[in-house]
């Protein structure tokens, strides 16, 4: 009887093996799955079309998820949103909107500011806003930022402008965040005349960027 005991408990242990480690790859049955994998659904995750879509007129049948943000929702730490929708009207009247950082950069942050710039702006309008960059010839009708019209261009217009793109210029809303489109600005008024100096004569053709 002893024996048998033993012989039938090797029997079940080797099963047991065989069944759990089958693939290196593969952790075999889970006991308990529901505290092994979370049912919370992942952003990146790749998502069964047969249950979610992305089209609005498909989401009575299926779950909708655009990967978007709420409306209204704004992450941690950013600035509150910009009150002004991309409309002829809106860009009219985007110089009453203030820019929110009062006074000048301290010395690390404008440091950054200025990385942000060139890393994003001045491959076109070049490192001191003249629009001499590296694409300023090859793309035409860059905004000489040092000329008297973006001298007096409210911080709002700018703001109008980098957010949703304008002429030549796309939207560079996905690659900075508000504060960091405010603070570029006030890196391009370092890159700026004082009153009453002399620009830089370099032809400017653009009308808004």
């Known amino acids: 009887m002893k024996k048998i005991a033993i012989i039938a408990t090797l029997i079940i242990s080797t099963g047991v093996v065989f069944v759990g480690c089958k693939d290196k790859r593969d952790p075999g049955r889970a006991y308990m799955p529901d505290m092994a994998y979370s049912r919370g659904y992942e952003s990146y995750a790749e998502r069964d079309s047969a249950i979610f879509t992305m089209d609005p007129n ?3 049948h299926k779950i ?7 409306a209204g929702t704004m992450k941690r730490g950013e600035l509150f949103p910009y009150p002004l929708a991309f409309d002829s009207n ?19 942050e404008l440091e950054e500011a200025g990385r942000l710039y060139n890393i994003n702006c001045g491959i076109c309008h070049g490192d001191k806003g003249a629009a001499n960059g590296p694409l300023s010839a ?14 007096e261009m409210a911080d709002g217009t700018m703001f109008y ?3 949703y793109g304008l002429n030549n210029m796309g939207s ?30 370099v032809a400017d053709s ?4």
């Open 58 to 60: 498909d989401a009575s």
């Open 64 to 70: 909708f998820y655009n990967n978007l943000p709420p």
């Open 90 to 108: 809106n860009y009219k009247i985007s110089g009453q909107v203030q820019n929110p950082i009062v006074g000048d950069l301290p010395g690390k």
């Open 138 to 151: 090859k793309i035409g009708a860059i905004a000489n930022l040092t000329q008297p019209k973006y001298i």
């Open 161 to 163: 402008s980098i957010t």
């Open 172 to 201: 560079y809303a996905s690659q900075l965040t508000r504060e960091q489109r405010w603070k570029v600005i006030k890196y391009i008024r370092t890159l700026q005349p004082k009153t009453g100096a002399t620009a830089p004569a």
């Open 206 to 209: 653009a009308t808004a960027k």
